[in-house]
């Protein structure tokens, strides 16, 4: 992969991290037509449980049915469109009520009251429901498109996952989908989300910047430590028993793993905006959510193996501590990139060193759905 391209070439030019003409296109043809992750499936439980999420700039309800489905609608009154739910999230018994006219929706998206005018003859409901936004469940991870015609999911992210294991079964012993996140940490960076993604996929930083990750997995001291397609995973060092604060370990390995998976870490980029780490005993989940140009809401899920997360002595802030760091560190970074990239020395970009291949292969990916169409095409 790296070697066919200049061992050195320029990043993305500085304007890519702060003009609001580049994050609006981005909303449009990248957040605006991928599937972009929101959250986790568990995050609603119960039927009637909702959030809601802004996607490219869209307020949009997601929420579990009657019938324990979960569901997207545009956040949107069909009748003169106000915003219908006005919180972050919440619990809805049976139906949803517009404040201004109380035009009423039921769970399914359905128009169920619109006083004076339902029973009307020349009054359509079944014409006024929710207008639904495509959902996929994917591993316990929920994501959305605003394409009328999403492609799969797995065309979006599966050459990440391939990327990483090759045609190995690895990432699906994990049973991610299966895990309990029995902590949720939020973070407000200062800084653009491609940075904070970019900086994820290198490991060039990790010496300098986490002198405690690297004390638990040296190889990552370096900057080599992922090497292509399928590549083995990355040892806990052998004086460590597990990767925590303390280097000790407090929990057996989550449930679906063999032995080879016992002492490694992986950790690897859905695009656009999921960041995931695989480690023997729990799954450090990040899903990073643009705000503004220069602004990223990061949303860090640690889950765990669902059996030993209700027990009521369960802990897991040996693990929560450990990431809490980790990305602390990486923030402070990534605000001081955010900080140099409005810079006229930083106009036309930095520099990708030749371990930075897949910081790269994610500028391309950027880059390749900002293009312009073909002439003819939309
Ligand atoms: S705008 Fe919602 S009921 Fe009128
Ligand atoms: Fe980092």
């Known amino acids: 992969v790296a070697s066919s391209q200049p061992r050195f070439s320029s990043t993305l030019p500085g304007r ?10 981005e909303r449009e043809r990248l957040f605006g037509r991928l599937w972009t992750c929101v959250g986790l499936a568990q995050q609603l439980p119960r039927p009637g449980d909702f959030r809601t999420v802004e996607l490219a700039g869209e307020s949009i309800l997601l929420l579990r049915t009657t019938d324990d489905e979960l569901r997207a609608f545009y956040n949107v009154c069909r009748h003169r469109g106000a915003r219908l739910c006005t919180t972050r999230q ?8 517009c404040l201004y006219h109380a035009w009423t929706y039921a769970l399914d998206g359905r128009l169920i009251g619109a006083p004076n005018i339902l029973q009307a003859a020349d009054f359509d409901r079944t014409a006024y429901g929710l207008l639904p936004v495509p959902l996929t469940l994917w591993q316990g991870l929920l994501w959305l498109s605003l394409a009328e015609q999403p492609p799969s999911l797995a065309t979006q992210i599966g050459p990440a996952l391939f990327e990483r294991f090759g045609d190995q079964p690895t990432f699906d012993r994990y049973t991610v989908g299966h895990l309990t996140a029995a902590r949720t940490l939020v973070y407000s960076v200062a800084a653009n989300w491609k940075i904070i993604v970019e900086n ?33 995973g990355t040892p806990l060092a052998d004086d460590v028993e597990a990767f925590s604060i303390t280097g000790r370990a407090s929990r057996s390995r989550l449930p679906g793993l063999v032995d080879e998976d016992e002492r490694l870490y992986y950790g690897f980029v859905l695009p656009p905006n999921v960041l995931v780490n695989l ?76 371990s930075e291949y897949e910081l790269r292969q994610f500028n391309d990916f950027v880059l390749a759905h900002l293009a312009e169409e073909p002439t003819g095409a939309d």
């Open 200 to 232: 994820f996929t290198e490991c060039y930083h990790c010496s300098p910047v986490h002198p405690e990750f690297v004390r638990l997995l040296p190889g990552f001291r370096t900057a080599t430590a992922y090497s292509g397609p399928g590549y083995a």
């Open 16 to 25: 890519y991290y702060y003009d609001p003409a580049i994050f609006e296109r």
């Open 279 to 354: 480690l023997p005993d729990h799954v450090v989940i990040h899903i990073a959510e643009p705000i503004g140009p220069a602004q990223t809401q990061v949303t860090c899920h640690w889950l765990f193996d669902p059996t030993m997360a209700v027990e009521p002595n369960f802990d897991p802030s040996d693990a929560v501590e450990l990431f809490d760091l980790v990305n602390r560190q990486d923030w402070q970074v990534c605000e001081l990139t955010q900080q140099g990239v409005r810079s006229r020395a930083y106009h036309h970009g930095g520099l990708y060193v030749p």
């Open 90 to 97: 919440g619990h809805a018994s049976g139906a949803l009520q």
